[in-house]
């Protein structure tokens, strides 16, 4: 990579997320540190505003870059004077691509908090080639959804070898715990994932097939479709419902495994689910669970009610107070498993001392940026995952800055 200004330029800071992420910035790596950053946007009156309002006195210290995603041209001058983009601009099906495309090209590492399946897919099959030529690392989904998942199941995979010497073909995604709501940005982007299935049948076949991100000609895995209904699992031994993450992580998991050479076997099944307790109230939560999942995912599909919820939940830019987010968290255990060895069995505890959907996201996109830019990575170009492109280095990042803990939790009898 030639010479940049800049380290990691975060696009969309004026935004929610993105003052997030300048926050943390600043508080981790300061704005005159050994990181070079800077901040983007489209309107430089409101990006000073935000800054100052950020940073107080410390604003005028962190440069600024003015550019418009309807642009190429300011597009492409960002791009090229940075190692890194950051972005939080969403949903990244309207705003995101020509920022892939240009980065693909000169060979900028980009990382985003993209869920959509279906705008990922035409990005790789579309500039694959070219990334890989010119060594950029495209990164998308590196928030809630789905570094838990994607580092989570690297983790009890690595611990798995090192203990028992085996790769476990099957690991278990349950979800807790957790407090804080999932962004407006988050649910945009969902709501523009289904508006465009609903208008290409095409996009809804992609959205539903498990294997959507692994790499073309080569081998998919025996996993089906996502849990839709109530399941009870004796591993855990709680009832369980639908996870509504589940569509995106999944898919990225599974590309991880394929990116990484398939050393977790031709046979490994990968699913994710909410734990909703034993008994007779267990499975009433369950039930809960999956009937708003199902409900939700069936008039996501309705254009009417699209618009209704558009004005019901928080619009992208708008989110929680600092207070509630000091106040959330989130709480993973990932099981891996091995048949042919009963015995030869892991739990792993992934957790995040922030809301999942803004605390911790905005910590995870920023270590995840920093760590493109500074440390000694050795995968290649390409469009990689959390875990193909950063694995040992990005947990230790986020364990040691981001709050965030992976551990393996005690056996149990």
Avoid at 15 to 25: H, P
Avoid at 60 to 87: G, M, Q, W
Wanted: proline residues 5%.
């Amino acid at each position: 990579m030639t010479t940049r200004t800049y380290d990691i330029v975060i696009w969309g800071a004026t935004g929610f997320t993105g003052r997030l992420v300048m926050a943390y910035m600043a508080k981790t790596y300061g704005v005159d540190g050994e990181i070079k950053w800077a901040v983007a946007g489209r309107n430089a009156a409101k990006l000073t505003d935000v800054k100052r309002e950020v940073l107080g006195a410390d604003a005028e210290k962190l440069p600024e870059v003015i550019a418009d995603s309807n642009d190429e041209a300011s597009l492409r001058t960002l791009v090229s004077d940075t190692k890194v983009v950051c972005t939080t601009v969403g949903p990244y099906a309207l705003y995101g691509s020509t920022l892939v495309a240009l980065c693909a090209e000169l060979g900028t590492h980009y990382c985003d908090l993209t869920g959509e399946v279906q705008w990922m897919r035409q990005m790789i099959e579309a500039h694959q080639v070219t990334a890989e030529a010119s060594g950029a690392r495209i990164v998308h989904t590196c928030g809630f959804d789905s570094i838990p998942s994607d580092l989570g199941t690297y983790f009890v995979q690595r611990e798995m070898h090192k203990i028992h010497g085996v790769y476990a073909p099957q690991v278990k995604y349950r979800v807790v715990g957790s407090s804080g709501g999932v962004s407006g940005g988050t649910v945009a982007s969902m709501m523009n994932m289904m508006e465009e299935a609903s208008a290409n049948p095409e996009i809804l076949d992609i959205i539903a097939d498990p294997y959507a991100l692994n790499p073309p000609n080569m081998p998919r895995g025996e996993d089906g479709a996502d849990q839709t209904a109530v399941e009870y699992d004796k591993d855990f031994r709680q009832w369980t419902g639908p996870f509504v993450m589940a569509g995106i992580n999944t898919r990225v998991v599974r590309r991880s495994h394929a990116l990484l050479g398939y050393p977790w076997g031709s046979h490994f099944r990968y699913d994710e689910a909410i734990l909703t307790g034993d008994g007779p109230s267990g499975f009433a939560k369950a039930v809960l669970v999956a009937g708003g999942t199902g409900l939700m995912s069936k008039v996501t599909g309705i254009e009417a009610f699209r618009k209704l919820l558009g004005r019901l939940v928080p619009a992208p830019g708008e989110g929680p107070s600092v207070a509630d987010m000091e106040k959330g968290f989130f709480e993973i255990e990932l099981r891996a498993s091995n048949p042919e060895h009963p015995k030869k069995a892991l739990t792993a505890v992934v957790t995040g001392d922030r809301d999942p959907g803004y605390g911790s996201t905005c910590k995870m996109i920023a270590e995840s940026a920093v760590c493109l830019a500074v440390d000694d990575l050795e995968s290649a170009g390409g469009f990689l995952t959390p875990a193909s492109a950063m694995g040992d280095l990005l947990i230790a990042r986020l364990a040691e800055k981001a709050g965030m803990g992976f551990a393996l939790k005690a056996a149990e009898e």
